[in-house]
């Protein structure tokens, strides 16, 4: 079962790159989203989707972009990484369905450093 | 708006002791609630949550919570702490169709 897929584990970028981070499911999820965890601050909101061609923003979107062509697939963009977009990023699925009460699957996480 | 805090960044209890991590949230509707747990180097997992029903829920690893709609409040406990429970739990809300809010988390810490 593979749940919820994130690639790469690690990353290290330079200032003002670009790069993809990866996530897909083959839990047919419609809903899925991005977050952010940084010490302290808990998860933190970057965009969501809510079905293929659907996204909206997070609490934390700026730097970021989606697209969701594909149920299966909702990839991360980061557009001129900063130092500030250091962080640990956790893509989800799952949720919140009809009524809200189905949780969220999570990924391993990628671990990005902006050097 | 929804929002979720937890009381208490770092807790540490010894192994056998109660555990208590609390977890208060505000919800314009009522809410459901969940409990996370993140191990180092891993993604989150659910522990349990609480959608409608009985307001005491159980969940893995011998975990339960109680949801008190008049203190708005999700505490989660376990009655005695095993070493392996050593790791970062995470409350999150969400209203019907909403997105899920997370709380800053509470690292456990659990002594020999």
């Known amino acids: 079962n593979a749940g919820v897929t994130q690639t790469p584990k690690f990353q290290v970028l330079k200032t003002g790159q670009s790069m993809t981070l990866q996530c897909a499911q083959d839990m047919n999820h419609e809903y899925m989203s991005w977050y952010r965890q940084d010490p302290g601050m808990g998860l933190r909101l970057i965009h969501y989707?809510?079905?293929?061609?659907?996204?909206d923003q997070g609490e934390v979107p700026n730097g970021y972009n989606v697209s969701r062509s594909t149920t299966e697939d909702f990839p991360l963009r980061l557009l001129s990484a900063a130092p500030s977009q250091t962080s640990v990023y956790f893509c989800?699925?799952?949720?919140?369905?009809?009524?809200?009460?189905?949780?969220?699957?999570f990924g391993q996480g990628t671990r990005l450093t902006v050097v | 708006a929804q929002s979720v805090t937890q009381l208490g960044s770092h807790v540490s209890v010894s192994e056998g002791a109660l555990v208590l991590l609390r977890c208060n949230y505000s919800s314009s509707v009522p809410p459901y609630l969940f409990w996370y747990v993140q191990y180092p180097n891993q993604g989150l997992q659910l522990l349990l949550k609480y959608t409608t029903g009985a307001t005491l829920v159980k969940g893995i690893n011998g975990f339960e919570a109680e949801f008190k709609k008049s203190e708005t409040s999700f505490h989660l406990t376990k009655p005695s702490a095993h070493m392996s429970d050593a790791a970062e739990y995470f409350c999150?809300?969400?209203?019907?169709?909403?997105?899920?809010?997370f709380g800053q988390g509470t690292e456990l810490s659990v002594k020999p």
């Open positions: 989707s809510v079905g293929a061609g659907i996204t």
């Open positions: 999150a809300v969400r209203n019907q169709g909403g997105k899920l809010i």
């Open positions: 989800a699925s799952g949720g919140p369905g009809p009524r809200g009460d189905t949780e969220a699957f």
